[in-house]
Nanobody, 125 residues
């Protein structure tokens, strides 16, 4: 199983970016796909999660209303649409997959058994 995250870059505050996570070697099925981020000197935090079998989504308070997670089963790809970006959104963003989701804590790294390599998002003033 491989996860390839892409779409990061430099954007001004208030702008938008869309991150992609292409998954190979696994079909979404009863998986959950999440996006985490890690800012310099900070812990990695979960920001969004989507459960594949029912499309339920959950967001951290810090991104709720600004970020949208989605997935395209035909392309085996998940997305994170990020709008109204703030300076504090600057981080390396990682996608992660739990191949057998059972309704755990989406913010917990141990829930996910596959991880992508990360893509850097830098928000400038």
């Amino acid at each position: 199983v491989q996860l390839q995250a892409s779409g990061g870059g430099l954007v001004q505050a208030g702008g938008s970016l869309r991150l992609s996570c292409a998954v190979s070697g696994l079909t979404f099925g009863n998986s959950a796909i999440a996006w985490f981020r890690q800012a310099p000197g900070k812990e990695r935090e979960g920001v969004a999660c989507i459960v594949s079998d029912n499309d339920d989504t959950v967001y951290s308070d810090s991104v709720k209303g600004r970020f949208t997670i989605s997935e395209d089963n035909a392309k085996n790809t998940a997305y994170l649409q990020m709008n109204s970006l703030k300076l504090e959104d600057t981080a390396v963003y990682y996608c992660a997959v739990s191949s057998a989701w059972s309704g755990g804590d989406y913010r917990a790294r141990y829930e996910y058994n596959y991880w992508g390599q990360g893509t850097l998002v830098t928000v400038s003033s």
